[in-house]
């Protein structure tokens, strides 16, 4: 039943995205953004932690979740040490995610020869 949870909650998200790239004229990197925003509106609202609750992995290894990470770092942030922890914050949660795409995109370009 997780598996079946965490299908359903990808699957959902992907196939917003498709409904939004097949019906307007946003590439994939407006699209992308648009689900970090969504993310933290999401989170905003208390509503992501709820999904991820229902949906486990299915809602932690999509690109909204990193909207969420970065919400919920700013108001840690701004619980710990006010107005200033708004900015401070922003990383502390989401600093694993951003460090393991340099150093996997650094390493895969070292590996691969890019196309002429």
Known sequence: MIFLKAFLVTG???FIAQVIMDNTKLTPGHITSLFVVFGAVLSFFG????LIEFGGAGATV????FGHMLYMGAIEGFH???VLGLASGLLVKSSLAIVSAVVIA????LIFKPKN
Request: glycine share 6%.
């Open 80 to 82: 710990e040490v006010g």
């Open 12 to 14: 959902l998200f992907c």
């Open 62 to 65: 999509l690109i909204s979740n």
């Open 106 to 109: 650094f390493v895969l370009a």
């Open 47 to 50: 509503l992501y932690s709820k």
